[in-house]
């Protein structure tokens, strides 16, 4: 039985937990759970059976085979630090908080010195295989252009100054780098840093407010000396959250499904 201790009991803590009660993901049992939340924390506990953890502390000490973090990008450092240094495996959903070199570089060695892995789901973007390969010749130029809802991206659109009320069609609400597309949508483009550090090169990224779109519009496009990869993805945004896209829960539970499955198809 592979045995998984969940921190943060919100929306992706609670869909992975069901998926593992479905059978979705064989062969797992969600153990421990950790949110600062009490009442989510208790309703999580009841729907899986496992232990109320009083802290991180208390829950990367339990016998685990992964520790989850879904709480938030806050929480990243706590959660990866203290079950890399307990001996336990990490999956970091909010990959966002990684766009911190010094972050990234102090976690990457701690799981160098652990004989830990960090775990990073796909997340709404697809193409991170081949854009791991092309990166072994010369990685030349990443972009990244996002669509999404004007009320996907309502929150950071308030803080930036727009009136969403006034937008009536497609505009493009930022053009920059991965580094400061993270500082100002922190919520809604965890992709752009999983794809920069897939590529190990900063991606440009665009992000447009449509108040036409249904879906979550991800474009990617990496050239390199071994060739260019253009992939689309056109996500459903994710019901308990719709800042983030269905396919961002999938990929987090199809890498958790992988882990405890004795075989892995693709690189």
Known sequence: MFKIGIVGCGAIGSFISKKVLDGTIKNTKVVAVYDKNLDKMEELSKLTGAKICKSVDDLVKEDLDLVVEAASVRAVEEVAEKSLTNKKDVLIMSV???????????????????????????GAIGGL?????????????????????????????????????????????????????????????????TLSIAAEFPAKVMIVADPNAKLNKHEVIVKSSIGKLKVCVENVPFEENPRTSALAAYSAVRLIRDLAEPIKVGT
């Open 96 to 122: 966002g908080a990684l766009v911190d070199k010094n972050l990234f570089l102090k976690l990457q060695n701690l799981a160098k010195n652990a004989g830990k892995k960090i775990y990073l789901p796909s």
């Open 129 to 193: 295989d081949a854009i791991k390969a092309m990166r072994l010749g010369k990685i030349k130029e990443v972009i990244l252009k996002t669509t999404k809802p004007v009320n996907a991206l309502e929150d950071a659109l308030k803080n930036l100054g727009y009136n969403v009320k006034d937008i009536k069609e497609p505009v493009i609400v930022f053009e920059g780098d991965v580094f400061e597309a993270i500082k100002e949508f922190p919520a809604n483009i965890n992709v752009s840093v």
